[in-house]
């Protein structure tokens, strides 16, 4: 069972990016997932989370600006960033709740991160 990221890149200020990730491997279930982020000497923290029937938590600085999104079906989800600021470059990284198809273990899945850079 893998989390695979994609989708960043470098971006203006002002810009755009969309983040993906996909699940894969021996899923039974999937509950929460998750967007966090990492910039150079700083902790990771939490960016947007969504539940399995779409209800969407938000760190304050990306409120609205950020939107969280998923594809049930695929197993995938989303992080749309619009008026991207330098403060926002970081490490993405995408999480995920998920039950473990052959071992039945309920586990925390990190993808492996993307890169995000915007440049003033």
């Known amino acids: 069972v893998q989390l695979q990221a994609s989708g960043g890149g470098l971006v203006q200020a002002g810009g755009s990016l969309r983040l993906s990730c996909a699940a894969s491997?021996?899923?039974?279930?999937?509950?929460?997932m998750g967007w966090y982020r990492q910039a150079p000497g700083k902790e990771r923290e939490l960016v947007a989370t969504i539940t399995t029937d779409g209800r969407t938590q938000s760190e304050d600085s990306v409120k609205d600006r950020f939107a969280i999104s998923r594809d049930n079906a695929h197993n995938m989800v989303y992080l749309q960033m619009n008026s991207l600021k330098p403060d926002d470059t970081a490490v993405y990284y995408c999480?995920?709740?998920?039950?473990?198809?052959?071992?039945?273990?309920?586990?925390?899945?990190w993808g492996q991160g993307t890169q995000v850079t915007v440049s003033s």
């Open positions: 491997g021996s899923i039974l279930s999937i509950d929460s």
């Open positions: 999480t995920a709740m998920l039950t473990d198809r052959m071992t039945l273990k309920y586990l925390q899945l």
